[in-house]
T-cell receptor, first 112, second 108 residues
Framework: EPEVTQTPSHQVTQMGQEVILRCVPI?????FYWYRQILGQKVEFLVS????????KSEIFDDQFSVERPDGSNFTLKIRSTKLEDSAMYFC??????????FGPGTRLTVL | GQNIDQPTEMTATEGAIVQINCTYQ??????LFWYQQHAGEAPTFLSY????GLEEKGRFSSFLSRSKGYSYLLLKELQMKDSASYLC?????????FGTGTRLLVSP
């Protein structure tokens, strides 16, 4: 069964450093998403991506964040200068159309 | 604005039936999803309602009333592995808007 994959599973970084989180969505899916979940809190939408551009983003997704689909398979989230409060689980998701979203296993980001 | 209300925690015994309610207010509505999330894991899809009424899928059923901003997830024949958080997520255009979820504890 096709699935969304994410790397790395755990990333530790120093405050102020740049991180890139990687995702491989399901191959025939057209919509891609990033969500985050701070420990003990709810899952929060960050951004959606369709047709090689951002289609919707939340207030959390400020200038420190960017997304890219550098090739036909990868979908990345970059945080330019990490802050302590960026520590969270980051989930990538994809969907065929505007329906069920399949989530990847997540990347746990720890900012020290 | 967006507001989703679910009970924080529920308990039930193995083999029983449990109903998890969700009320919501969202700007823009394209249907409502229910996801299951085990601790430390990603959400996994359970059900999707776009029209009013009941959708049944094995041991799980979900109901939607758009006019009332209300949904419920019904879990039958509870198993220990059903202990998890259940997330009600109305959709606003593309994004899923998650509530804090209902933590369900199933005991023997």
């Amino acid at each position: 069964e096709p699935e969304v994959t994410q790397t790395p599973s755990h990333q530790v970084t120093q405050m102020g450093q740049e991180v890139i989180l990687r995702c491989v969505p399901i191959s025939n899916h057209l919509y891609f998403y990033w969500y985050r979940q701070i420990l003990g809190q709810k899952v929060e939408f960050l951004v959606s991506f369709y047709n090689n551009e951002i289609s919707e983003k939340s207030e959390i997704f400020d200038d420190q964040f960017s997304v890219e689909r550098p090739d036909g398979s990868n979908f990345t989230l970059k945080i330019r200068s990490t802050k302590l409060e960026d520590s969270a689980m980051y989930f990538c998701a994809s969907s065929e159309v505007l329906n069920e979203q399949f989530f990847g296993p997540g990347t746990r980001l720890t900012v020290l | 604005g967006q507001n989703i209300d679910q009970p924080t925690e529920m308990t039930a015994t193995e083999g029983a039936i449990v109903q998890i309610n969700c009320t919501y207010q969202t700007s823009g509505f394209n249907g409502l999803f229910w996801y299951q999330q085990h601790a430390g894991e990603a959400p996994t899809f359970l059900s999707y309602n776009v029209l009013d009424g009941l959708e049944e899928k094995g041991r799980f059923s979900s109901f939607l009333s758009r006019s009332k901003g209300y949904s419920y997830l019904l879990l039958k024949e509870l198993q220990m592995k059903d202990s998890a958080s259940y997330l009600c997520a109305p959709t606003g255009f593309q994004k899923l808007v998650f509530g804090t979820g209902t933590r369900l504890l199933v005991s023997p």
